[in-house]
T-cell receptor, first 112, second 111 residues
Framework: KQEVTQIPAALSVPEGENLVLNCSFTDSAIYNLQWFRQDPGKGLTSLLLIQSSQREQTSGRLNASLDKSSGRSTLYIAASQPGDSATYLCAVKGWGAQKLVFGQGTRLTINP | NAGVTQTPKFQVLKTGQSMTLQCAQDMNHEYMSWYRQDPGMGLRLIHYSVGAGITDQGEVPNGYNVSRSTTEDFPLRLLSAAPSQTSVYFC??????????FGQGTRLTVV
């Protein structure tokens, strides 16, 4: 059974810092991995999707990497801003199944 | 682009009542699913569908029923609401290797 873990559970940093959020998964046979953002009381917004054959994806100040062999993904946020404050979730999709398995999320606070 | 639309956004039910949470997508995705999100438990899969007429159970299916008569719609039925079903419910859709899209959620309280 796939298990996804996100560390840390919460992170508070001053504005302008570069930061890394971590996601680990127990079964390396994944189809793809997706990072989401969730604002309080809102739905999930897709940030980045990494296919199993890819090593990284970039969108603006966000960069996500994938290392299947070690069962890890990282989300790098450059030059953080208060508007980046949210909960970040990673989810993996296995081969032969469209189901997503989610981590518990990292609650990020960027202090002005 | 509407994407995934869920209704209602908020609902209060009394114990024992039944209701249907609606979910519709306009992206012609074959795969649709329902999750519930609870503090400390994360997002857990309730039911999913790989196409019209095909549904299956997820991790926490008890107390819920689904059907998929069209590609666009995937309603979730609560048969007899219980306080343990107080949660935020999310519907999602995807196709193949594409990213999954989520609705804005339904916040349900059972009293």
């Amino acid at each position: 059974k796939q298990e996804v873990t996100q560390i840390p559970a919460a992170l508070s940093v001053p504005e302008g810092e570069n930061l890394v959020l971590n996601c680990s998964f127990t079964d390396s046979a994944i189809y793809n991995l997706q990072w989401f953002r969730q604002d309080p009381g809102k739905g999930l917004t897709s940030l980045l999707l990494i296919q199993s054959s890819q090593r990284e994806q970039t969108s603006g100040r966000l960069n996500a990497s994938l290392d299947k062999s070690s069962g890890r993904s990282t989300l790098y946020i450059a030059a953080s801003q208060p508007g980046d404050s949210a909960t970040y979730l990673c989810a993996v999709k296995g081969w032969g199944a469209q189901k997503l398995v989610f981590g518990q999320g990292t609650r990020l606070t960027i202090n002005p | 682009n509407a994407g995934v639309t869920q209704t209602p956004k908020f609902q209060v039910l009394k114990t024992g009542q039944s209701m249907t949470l609606q979910c519709a997508q306009d992206m012609n995705h074959e795969y649709m699913s329902w999750y519930r999100q609870d503090p400390g438990m994360g997002l857990r899969l309730i039911h999913y569908s790989v196409g019209a007429g095909i549904t299956d159970q997820g991790e926490v299916p008890n107390g819920y029923n689904v059907s998929r008569s069209t590609t666009e719609d995937f309603p979730l039925r609560l048969l007899s609401a219980a306080p343990s079903q107080t949660s935020v419910y999310f519907c999602a859709s995807s196709q193949g290797a594409s990213e999954a899209f989520f609705g804005q959620g339904t916040r349900l309280t059972v009293v």
